[in-house]
């Protein structure tokens, strides 16, 4: 089984963890090169952040890129206050998931909700978001689900919009469910460090 399947790889996978600033960080190390590194709230055991960093053909690190959590500003630091400023106003996407649900949140869409049209697209395993005035159009995959090698189902999805932000959710499935608490027991093995900033080994 699929499901299986994918939680035996991380129990496999080699892991370092870190409680810090009330997050708990764990780092995985996977047979081929690989690396993901999680940071859950210390007292809910919610996820807030996943990221993945592989190897290059040549064997070097490359940037990690995001899949749960605040995306990073990419050059922020080096530009003027006004590009700044301009750049915050495009859409800016990210996934905060629930206890019971995957969550994505775009910001800075200031349509009324009945403007925005969410749905699954079957054949390409993936949520298509667009708007009736083509003011905007994203599609974007569920990772959890395609490592699962779980169906998309339309009736999982829901959204809603507020304060310019469209809060898209898709319940998680039971299979979901039940390996999220099995890994969670399987990091409560990990033996873990207490470390101060700059100590972390995900970063």
């Not at 995957?102 to 054949?123: A, M, S």
Request: aromatic share 8%; proline share 5%; hydrophobic share 35%.
């Amino acid at each position: 089984m699929a499901v299986t399947g994918w939680l035996e790889s991380l129990r496999a996978a080699e892991k370092t963890a870190l409680l810090q600033d009330g997050r708990r960080k764990v780092h995985y190390l996977f047979p081929d090169g690989k690396e993901m590194a999680e940071e859950y709230d210390e007292k809910t055991n919610e996820l807030l952040v996943r990221k993945w960093r592989m190897k290059s053909a040549l064997g070097a690190l490359g940037q990690w890129q995001i899949e749960v959590g605040e995306p990073a500003l990419p050059g922020a630091g080096s530009l003027g206050p006004e590009l700044i400023t301009e750049s915050n106003a495009n859409p800016i996407f990210m996934r905060k998931d629930t206890k019971m649900s995957f969550q994505w949140r775009i910001r800075n869409l200031p349509y009324p909700k009945d403007v925005y049209n969410v749905c699954v697209d079957q054949k390409e395993r993936c949520v298509v978001v667009r708007t009736t005035n083509k003011k905007y159009y994203k599609k974007f995959s569920i990772p959890d689900l395609e490592r699962y090698q779980l169906p998309l189902d339309e009736s999982s999805l829901s959204f809603a919009h507020a304060n310019s932000t469209l809060i898209i959710s898709y319940q998680k499935p039971k299979e979901v469910l039940v390996a999220e608490s099995e890994l969670q027991k399987e990091l409560k093995k990990v033996k873990t460090a207490h470390g101060s900033d700059g100590d972390c080994k995900t970063q």
